[in-house]
């Protein structure tokens, strides 16, 4: 079974831009989760996606948007980028059978490094 | 809110020696699951064990096993024997995601 793969796995972009990472989950995970981690902060949970629709989400502001499609690949969206936005991008999938994600085993992509220049 | 704590930002153990990083969080859910992942350098993050509240017993998996206190929200991690491969950040996150800023363990050969 394939893993969890994200894109690109490396971006550059200045302040001001807008930027969107794609994840596609493991074949059968109903539940995407994105994650935020850099040296300072640790691993900051952003949102998580079920079925389509946002069931959790983390203490980020609106600049952070998210969504997933009905394959449950999902994409993040970040706007006005500020040079605080460099840091990994994780994404995690799961089943996602009980209501919280994390009653069951998240999957961790590669990540996606963006560099705000 | 809930949250974990890591007391220990790094830690350091010798080859084939045993090591335990802390972890305390806070819930005021009565059943709930904790975990430890690892994210060995440039390497994606994996779950090393997994906790269930209602469980009395201490979750073991080889040479990783926990020490569960329900009362005391503690759920520390200790790694027998240890390998120059164990080197890597660790959390302990939450049923809820939140993971906190890790523990960095380095073996030293």
């Known amino acids: 079974k394939a893993g969890v793969t994200q894109t690109p796995r490396y971006l550059i972009k200045t302040r001001g831009q807008q930027v969107t990472l794609s994840c596609s989950p493991i074949?059968?995970?109903?539940?995407v989760s994105w994650y935020q981690q850099t040296p300072g902060q640790g691993l900051q949970f952003l949102f998580e996606?079920?079925?389509?629709?946002?069931?959790n989400k983390g203490n980020f502001p609106g600049r952070f948007s998210g969504r997933q499609f009905s394959n449950s690949r999902s994409e993040m969206n970040v706007s006005t980028l500020e040079l605080g936005d460099s840091a990994l991008y994780l994404c995690?999938?799961?089943?996602?059978?009980?209501?919280?994600?994390?009653?069951?085993?998240?999957?961790f992509g590669p990540g996606t490094r963006l560099t705000v220049l | 809110a809930q949250t974990v704590t890591q007391s220990q930002p790094e830690m350091s153990v010798q080859e084939a020696e045993t090591v335990t990083l802390s972890c305390t969080y806070d819930?005021?859910?009565?059943?709930?699951?904790l975990f430890w992942y690892k994210q060995p350098p440039s390497r994606q993050m994996i779950l090393v064990i997994r906790?269930?509240?209602?469980?009395?017993q201490n979750a073991t998996e080889n040479r990783f096993s926990v020490n569960f206190q329900k009362a005391a929200k503690s759920f520390s991690l200790k790694i027998s024997d240890s390998q120059l491969g164990d080197a890597a950040m660790y959390f302990c996150?939450?049923?809820?995601?939140?993971f906190g800023a890790g523990t960095r363990l380095t073996v030293k050969p």
């Open positions: 996150p939450h049923n809820d995601m939140r």
């Open positions: 996606y079920f079925s389509e629709t946002q069931r």
């Open positions: 819930t005021s859910e009565s059943d709930y699951y």
């Open positions: 906790q269930e509240a209602y469980k009395q």
């Open positions: 074949s059968g995970h109903r539940s």
């Open positions: 995690a999938s799961s089943l996602g059978i009980s209501e919280t994600a994390t009653y069951n085993e998240q999957f």
